[in-house]
């Protein structure tokens, strides 16, 4: 496989499940991102890794758990969410070249539909 | 803190006609990027503007950049139906945080 990809592609859970999002890039880089799009705001960062450290949480609520056990792979954990979380989950990769990065490159998404 | 604004948020245009979508920001970024998504897929890397200036084509796309005015262009000329989808600028906030613009939905009639 090349590029971001995703899994799952859909997901539909209740609001007391705990379910995990899985994102994987092919691209050799060293910086991963969480991004969430949902229809009434705006692209908005969740959480940002470089070289598996997270250097940025965006005031994100602590029922969304990230993780990245490498540069390669990166986890979004879900527990106890609510039904406004309901969104488009698209990670990106980028190659971190110091004090500023290089274009990003997403994912196809997760749909996410919390019931 | 970085704001985006894109207009207009929703453009229905005829095929071979020209348009333009503005992207304006409020604070200095020293990258603007567009993006291109389609129903139901992911965002595509359109153009990375880098300088004061820059004008980057690709096909029926053209994007530019006014730093002085805060401001990015993307214009279409002689639309085809195939550049229908919804299209995002964002400018880059400190070393890694992209910001949004809302999106203008582009759609291209016969």
């Known amino acids: 496989e090349t590029g971001v990809t995703q899994t799952p592609r859909h997901l539909v859970m209740g609001m007391t499940n705990k379910k995990s999002l899985k994102c994987e890039q092919h691209?050799?880089?060293?910086?991963m991102y969480w991004y969430k799009q949902s229809a009434k705001k705006p692209l908005e960062l969740m959480f940002v890794?470089?070289?598996?450290?997270?250097?940025e949480n965006n005031s994100v609520p602590s029922r969304f758990s990230p993780e990245c056990p490498n540069s390669s792979h990166l986890f979004l954990h879900l527990h106890t969410l609510q039904p406004e979380d309901s969104a488009l989950y698209l990670c990106?990769?980028?190659?971190?070249?110091?004090?500023?990065?290089?274009?990003?490159?997403f994912g196809p998404g997760t749909r996410l539909t919390v019931t | 803190e970085l704001k985006v604004e894109q207009n207009p948020l929703f453009l229905s245009m005829q095929e071979g006609k020209n348009y333009t979508i503005y992207c304006n920001y409020s604070?200095?970024?020293?990258?603007l990027y567009w993006y291109r998504q389609d129903p139901g897929k992911s965002l595509e890397s359109l153009f990375v503007?880098?300088?004061?200036?820059a004008v980057k084509q690709e096909g029926r796309l053209m994007a530019s950049l006014d730093t002085k005015a805060r401001l990015s262009t993307l214009h279409i000329t002689a639309a085809v139906h195939d550049l229908s989808a919804t299209y995002f600028c964002?400018?880059?906030?400190?070393?890694?945080?992209?910001?949004f613009g809302q999106g203008t939905r582009l759609t291209i009639n016969p």
């Open positions: 990106a990769s980028s190659q971190d070249g110091g004090t500023r990065i290089d274009e990003q490159y």
């Open positions: 691209l050799g880089h060293n910086a």
């Open positions: 890794y470089n070289f598996k450290e997270q250097t």
């Open positions: 604070t200095t970024s020293d990258r």
């Open positions: 503007l880098l300088s004061n200036g």
């Open positions: 964002a400018g880059l906030q400190g070393a890694q945080k992209l910001v």
